[in-house]
């Protein structure tokens, strides 16, 4: 059996352990520390805006951006359809009610125009507009930030970017995560960069970030004993995940950039199968990190992304099939849905494929290889 090929993986520069044994070395073995200041600095550094805060995860980081914008019981959230349930689920936690808006076709993120007939209806249903949005710049695809900005201005809503897979993407020249109000990224181990398990809200200035922090290490006021005003929750990183965070900051362009370079090797050998096609940037406008590689199977093939996978799963290669949209899960059957059939079609056609930024150039031709072999 040849060697397996996996999704997307870990990948580690090289740098990280000594961060990781600083931590030992001085015993700082706790959330909060050295490491997590070095990190949150690096990360600024990197962004060229906003105050960043490193916490335990992505989904933490979405949950308390919806916090600080105050969305609480009773609220409307409307959120991307086409998604990781983690974009929605922090709705929930807050006692909100998500509402789903479809994609539109280019860069297969929340639909502009789907998105303002959203916030026109759910006014007229509720008497209010929704509390926030939530856009996804899904597989490092950065959304229509430009329109969809332009409508939350409009309507006086906040934007909460779930940039989870898009850390090192640029919209118009800005990075991924700078385009909202807030903007949420992931250090989970198959994203750009790992922290084994993390994520990072970023803030619009110094004082929203500390309140933050306080309200990601308990809420705990400012007197002697321990004293509540408002519900806290435990979701700093601690300081060995950020010792890791450390080390991969030396490696993240390289990440994105091999990933955007294995994408290339897709492109240019892939385009050529009849009804096969790779999402790719819409213009110069959009610059993808392409943390995954997707591509979309035409049913003029006769064949589905399933049998694709399993096909590909005998050569040992791991692919999987799309997120399968919020508004077609069963969690979520009752939430109100605005679009049409985008989504839904990605998921009956869409395939991701490979694209660690661990892999060689062999392991991406084999799986090259292995497609082709499908559609002879
Ligand atoms: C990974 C991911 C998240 C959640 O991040 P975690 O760090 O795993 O909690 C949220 N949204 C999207 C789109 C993701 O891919």
Sequence with gaps: MKER??????????TEKNWVDEAFRTNWIVPLGPNVDEFERRLEGYLGCGKVVALSAGTAA????????????????????????????????????????????????????????????????????????????LYGMPAKMDEINAIAQKYNIPVLE?????????????????????????????????????????????????????????????????????????????NVCAGIGCGQMDVLADHVARRQEIHDIYKSELSDIEGLTILDNPN?????????????????????????????EKENIETRLLWRPMHMQPIYQDAPYYGGNVAETLFNQGLCLPSGSSLIDEDIHRVIDAIKAQFK
């Design 62 to 137: 979405l949950h308390l951006g919806l916090v600080m914008l105050g969305v609480g019981k009773d609220d409307e959230v409307i959120c991307q359809s086409f998604t990781f349930s983690a974009s929605a689920n922090p709705i929930c936690y807050q006692g909100a009610k998500p509402i789903f808006v479809d994609s539109e076709p280019e860069t297969w993120n929340m639909c502009p125009i789907a998105l303002e007939k959203a916030i026109i209806d759910r006014k007229k249903v509720t008497g209010k507009y929704p509390k926030a949005i939530i856009p996804v710049h």
């Design 162 to 238: 779930d940039a989870a897979e898009a850390l090192g993407s640029q919209y118009k020249g800005k990075l991924c995560g700078t385009l909202g109000n807030y903007g949420a990224i992931s250090f989970n181990g198959n994203k750009i960069i790992t922290t084994s398990g993390g994520g990072a809200l970023i803030c619009p200035n110094n004082e929203t970030a500390q309140r933050v922090k306080f309200y990601a290490t308990q809420a705990r006021e400012n007197r002697p004993y321990y004293y509540h005003e408002v519900i806290g929750y435990n979701y700093r990183m601690s």
């Design 5 to 14: 090929i996996l999704l997307s993986l870990a990948h580690m520069g090289g």
């Design 284 to 312: 110069c406008d959009f610059q993808s990190n392409f943390w995954l590689t997707t591509i979309l199977i035409s049913p003029k093939t006769g064949r589905t992304p399933d049998e694709i996978r399993v096909a590909l």
